[in-house]
């Protein structure tokens, strides 16, 4: 059972591009969403995450947005950069219980050409 | 410091062996999670240590697989009688706590082949 449905699997970007990447869940217990970067031969690392008590979250140049009536969320890159070339998972926990059992999405396999 | 380290990087073995997985977790973290990444896939939980004792382990595929971590510190996941299906990148992750919120810093994982 695929609880987070992340697309698109792959998606090619010229520099200074705004990447979007979109996941969807259906279990409404998830109240915890971060979003991770994956380099070949890396684990993941935490990019940036929100709670649903809020619509936006910025860090940097990534952008988290959450629709929770739709339960959707979303990545954008803003300016992206061929270093950002990676791996971009989204997560999710869900409340009720109290350690960070994560579920994660497919993946997106970004690419950014100079 | 030093991050999340994992050994070995790779691990070739036959149909019907047995392995070893372990994973070093960041100095003073409490919390030890295992996950399994399928090639193409996000990684799946498997199992969840708070301290020593195995406080989720729901994401365990079988009987096969069992974690442990006597004292705390490192982890070792033990597969018994490997399956072709088993093949996979293993990842550990740390926390230096356990709630949900709290950040999980991730090792390089384990790639097993089972030939």
């Known amino acids: 059972q695929q609880q987070v449905k992340q697309s698109p699997q792959s998606l090619i970007v010229q520099k200074g591009g705004i990447p979007i990447i979109n996941c969807a869940y259906e279990?409404?217990?998830?109240?915890?969403f971060p979003w991770y970067q994956q380099f070949p031969g890396k684990g993941p690392a935490l990019l940036i995450a929100i709670r649903p008590d809020v619509s936006e979250k910025k860090e940097g140049r990534f952008t988290i947005s959450f629709n929770k009536s739709a339960k959707q969320f979303s990545l954008h890159i803003m300016d992206s950069q061929p270093g950002d070339s990676a791996t971009y998972f989204c997560a999710a926990v869900a409340g009720g219980t109290s350690y960070g059992k994560l579920t994660f999405g497919q993946g997106t396999i970004l690419t950014v050409h100079p | 410091g030093a991050g999340v380290s994992q050994t070995p990087s790779n691990k070739v073995t036959e149909k019907g062996k047995y392995v070893e997985l372990r994973c070093d977790p960041i100095?003073?973290?409490?919390?030890l999670y295992w996950y399994r990444q399928s090639l193409g896939q996000g990684p799946e939980f498997l199992i969840y240590f708070q301290g020593t004792g195995a406080a989720d382990d729901s994401g365990l595929p079988n009987d096969r697989f069992f974690a442990v971590r006597p004292e705390g510190s490192v982890s070792t996941l033990k597969i018994q009688r490997t399956e072709r299906g088993d093949s996979a990148v293993y990842l550990c992750?740390?926390?230096?706590?356990?709630?949900?919120?709290?950040?999980?810093?991730f090792g390089p994982g384990t790639r097993l082949t089972v030939l």
């Open positions: 992750a740390s926390s230096p706590l356990a709630g949900r919120y709290n950040e999980q810093f």
């Open positions: 100095s003073g973290h409490t919390a």
């Open positions: 279990n409404t217990a998830f109240d915890y």
